[in-house]
C-alpha cells in the first residue's frame, strides 16, 4: 500500500473454518461455562483488543457494569419479565461466566466496551444445547 492511499475495504477471509473475518475475530463461547471463560482471557491478553464487543443487551449495560465493580462477588441483575407482572428475570454475573469474563478483561487491558445484542423481549442467553466444555481441550473453539 502506498503513503496515503485508503486501505482495502474488502474483508480479507481466511479458510472457512477460521473465527476472523477482516478485522474481526469472532469467540463462540457457551454461557455460564468456565472453560470458555479462561479461553476468552487468554484470547484477550494475547491479542489486546482495542474493543471487546459481547453479545448483550445494551439495557443491561450499566447493570453489568456495576456487577463487574462487585466481581469476585457475584451479583444478580433482575428485571421484570415481559408481558408478566409477578415473574422476573433474573441473570448471575459470575466470574466463571465468559461473557462477564470478556467484559473484564477488556475492562483490565484498557479496550472500549460494547454492548451489540439488540433490546427484544427474550432473555439474554437462553438455555441452549451446547457442546461439552471439556472437549474444547481437544477440538477448539
Same mark, same amino acid.
Given at each position: 500500500?502506498?503513503?496515503?492511499?485508503?486501505?482495502?475495504?474488502?474483508?480479507?477471509?481466511?479458510?472457512?473454518?477460521?473465527?476472523?473475518?477482516?478485522?474481526?475475530?469472532?469467540?463462540?463461547?457457551?454461557?455460564?461455562?468456565? /472453560?470458555? !471463560?479462561?479461553?476468552?482471557?487468554? $484470547? %484477550?491478553?494475547?491479542? +489486546?483488543?482495542?474493543?471487546?464487543?459481547? =453479545?448483550?443487551?445494551?439495557?443491561?449495560?450499566?447493570?453489568?457494569?456495576?456487577?463487574?465493580?462487585?466481581?469476585?462477588?457475584?451479583?444478580?441483575?433482575?428485571?421484570?419479565?415481559?408481558?408478566?407482572?409477578?415473574?422476573?428475570?433474573?441473570?448471575?454475573? /459470575?466470574? !466463571?461466566?465468559?461473557?462477564?469474563? $470478556? %467484559?473484564?478483561?477488556? +475492562?483490565?487491558?484498557?479496550?472500549?466496551? =460494547?454492548?451489540?445484542?439488540?433490546?427484544?423481549?427474550?432473555?439474554?442467553?437462553?438455555?441452549?444445547?451446547?457442546?461439552?466444555?471439556?472437549?474444547?481441550?481437544?477440538?477448539?473453539?
Amino acid at each position: 500500500m502506498s503513503p496515503g492511499s485508503a486501505p482495502d475495504p474488502s474483508p480479507n477471509l481466511t479458510e472457512a473454518g477460521s473465527l476472523r473475518r477482516g478485522r474481526f475475530t469472532y469467540f463462540p463461547v457457551a454461557p455460564g461455562k468456565l /472453560e470458555f !471463560a479462561v479461553a476468552v482471557r487468554r $484470547a %484477550l491478553l494475547a491479542e +489486546r483488543p482495542r474493543i471487546v464487543a459481547v =453479545e448483550l443487551p445494551v439495557t443491561l449495560r450499566q447493570a453489568y457494569l456495576r456487577a463487574l465493580e462487585r466481581l469476585p462477588e457475584m451479583s444478580v441483575i433482575l428485571y421484570p419479565e415481559e408481558g408478566e407482572e409477578d415473574r422476573a428475570v433474573y441473570i448471575p454475573i /459470575e466470574p !466463571a461466566d465468559p461473557f462477564v469474563e $470478556a %467484559l473484564r478483561t477488556g +475492562r483490565e487491558i484498557g479496550a472500549e466496551l =460494547e454492548f451489540v445484542e439488540p433490546d427484544f423481549d427474550k432473555r439474554p442467553h437462553l438455555p441452549d444445547r451446547y457442546p461439552d466444555p471439556y472437549s474444547l481441550r481437544h477440538v477448539g473453539l
